[in-house]
């Protein structure tokens, strides 16, 4: 059996990555001999591994640290590296400004000295077998260390997914992702979570690589599909982080626009830092509309949400996102249990939002109107049309975004190489 290393950002502790991963985890603990590499976190384990599993786990230093001849050799054993030197030399872009030439160097050379830190620990794990393979769940510092293992271990097989913030030069304060050309040639598959993301990729680095692109969808776990009653008051659901990249304040004006003799339930599964803000301005805006109510949930578990839609009547799923590596997991899963969606052209969206049949889609950018024009769209369909979007979008979600599928579907894909 080939043995298989994941690297990880943090899985199986914490629950940052369980929803994402954990389907396909179950894929590869049956069909490789596996070992997995997480970088150190101070959260606890939250899914419980087999002992004959290895878990291993990686810390990153400062790079700061030591005296003045350290930092030199740290320095020096970074522009030695043709990558690095090549990285660099398309950051020193004369059109850059001088600060963000200067940011984008110490950028390039923090993450190889993170990258030399990860190849010793992947060295240190192996020293009674050698990997077949080696998967990092995300493209970042993991992805170049394992590359550079392939010089030492020239039968070994480098493959990285990517997501957002780890492909979009756009989610990044300078606007670099560091040395992704050496990470496109020297990787045996580059795997992305929807097509627009491949495409995106392709873009920036070169149809050469093309051959080795591969769209993998992650989707998500068969779910109980809801028995929706589309005679009850209009019920909208979103799930997702409350950060401001998701744009949950879109969905609070766009209610807060909806006529005032249409009632509507709105409900928000999820946490984080804006919950005290958006919970705030939903009273300030929504508190008058005398037919809308709301409630915010906080985090839940994806394992209840299938029975919360359900105790909720939930017959309709909104995502105001600006940005998206892939396709919502929430989004995969509202499919699931047959909710239509209402959501932007970002990321992989429009890849499940056909408009009309499994939803309305939304420009990247809309306005609060649009917004709720798309709501008002859903509101006046006949039962009829709403039944039929509810079906399409759960056959849409069988035939594409089947996590189980999906990771056989991967699996194989590892298998081959």
Known sequence: MQRLI???????????????????????????????????????????????????????????????????????SCIIHKPVLLDICKAMDPRMKKGNRRARIKQIMAYYLDAMQIEQRIIEISETREPDIIYTYWCNQATVAALNLKRKWEKLKVVTRFHGADLYEERKKDHWQPLRDYIAKQSDKLVFACEAGKTYFLSRWGRAHESKAVVSFLGCAPQKRLDINFTKAFCLVSCSNMI?????????????????????????FGDGDMR???????????????????????????????KMYQQIGAQLFITTSETEGGVPVSLQEA???????????????????????????????????????????????????????????????????????????????????
Request: glycine share 4%; aromatic share 12%; hydrophobic share 40%.
């Open 335 to 417: 499919f699931a249990m047959g909710l239509p969606a209402v959501g932007t052209a970002v990321g992989g969206i429009p890849e499940m939002i056909v408009p009309h049949k499994t939803g309305f889609l939304l420009p990247p950018n809309p306005s609060i109107e649009q917004v709720t024009d798309a709501l008002m769209q859903y509101y006046r369909s006949s039962v009829e049309d709403k039944q039929a979007m509810s079906t399409l979008a759960y056959k849409h979600w069988e035939e594409h975004y089947d996590a189980d599928k999906n990771a056989q579907h991967f699996v194989e894909m590892l298998r081959s190489l």
């Open 6 to 76: 994941l690297i990880t950002n943090g899985f199986p502790f914490g629950n940052s990555e369980r929803s994402f991963l954990l389907r396909e985890f179950y894929s590869l603990i049956h069909n490789f001999d596996l070992v997995i590499l997480a970088r150190e976190t101070e959260e606890t384990l939250s899914y419980p591994i087999s002992e004959s599993i290895p878990v291993y786990q990686y810390k990153l230093s400062s790079h700061a640290s030591g005296n003045i001849f350290k930092r030199i050799w740290k320095i020096g």
């Open 244 to 268: 401001s990249l998701k744009r949950i304040d879109y969905i609070i004006e766009a209610l807060s626009k909806m006529p005032d003799d249409i009632p509507v339930v709105w409900h928000h």
């Open 276 to 306: 005290q803000s958006l919970e705030a301005y939903a009273k300030k805006l929504l508190d008058r509309k005398k037919l809308v109510s709301y409630h915010f949930w906080g985090y839940i578990m994806n394992e209840e949400l299938n």
